[in-house]
């Protein structure tokens, strides 16, 4: 062996006797330096959008686009308030349901709800009408029995305004039986496909034309 070569190796193991009696670092040090550590990274690294607000950036850049090309120009009503009317059946959706209908472009069930709402109405108006026409016939029955001595002699339901009204009864009972078998299709089918939120009551047809009898019996009182 080499005489310069001693120091060396003596310098080599009493530095590794040192490092062996160097104390061990608590491990919460090692814990702190580590998230020392991790803090810097993420400090340098860039931030992570979460999928949402990617998705939020993507649609504000969309329409962002679509107005620069014009898109939104000379749009209905443009320059007017918006049609506000509250739908007690849209719920959370309201403000989108109201932007759509002020395009005049509903939602399918939105349109069967109105659908719905307008037969009711003509329904409705189904029976006014029948009201007001039996009422006349039933002033121009008290003239005729005023003017004609021998009416009362007659037979019930013989005179010309019983007649009429009786043809009459018939054809309005039949007309507001098929509007009535109409509407409730149409909630049967809204209320299978529709949010529950936009569901509606079903109609009890024999409720309403038992009162449609009670109203307009057989005979013109």
């Not at 104390?23 to 702190?32: K, L």
């Not at 005729?144 to 002699?153: E, F, I, Q, V, Y």
């Not at 109203?215 to 009182?221: I, Q, T």
């Amino acid at each position: 062996m080499r005489v310069g070569a001693l120091p060396m190796q003596f310098g080599i193991i009493k530095w590794g006797r040192a490092m062996k009696h160097q104390p061990t670092p608590p491990a919460g040090d090692q814990s702190h330096r580590s998230n020392e550590q991790n803090n810097s990274e993420e400090h340098h690294s860039p931030a992570r959008k979460r999928p949402g607000q990617q998705w939020a950036s993507l649609v504000e850049e969309r329409i962002r686009e679509a107005m620069e090309r014009g898109e939104f120009d000379h749009l209905s009503g443009e320059g007017q308030p918006l049609d506000l009317d509250e739908n007690p059946y849209a719920g959370d959706h309201a403000l989108a349901f109201h932007l759509l209908k002020s395009q005049h472009h509903l939602p399918p069930e939105l349109e069967m709800g109105r659908e719905i709402d307008n037969d009711l109405k003509r329904a409705e108006a189904l029976l006014a009408e029948f009201r007001r026409r039996r009422d006349a016939l039933k002033h121009r029955e008290r003239a005729t029995l005023g003017n004609d001595s021998l009416a009362r002699w007659r037979l019930p339901g013989t005179s010309e305004a019983q007649q009429i009204y009786q043809a009459m009864r018939e054809d309005y009972a039949t007309r507001y039986e098929t509007a009535l078998r109409q509407i409730r299709s149409k909630i049967l089918s809204l209320n299978i496909t529709a949010p529950t939120a936009l569901h509606r009551p079903m109609l009890d047809i024999d409720a309403r034309l038992k009162a449609f009898e009670r109203e307009f019996p057989p005979m013109l009182g």
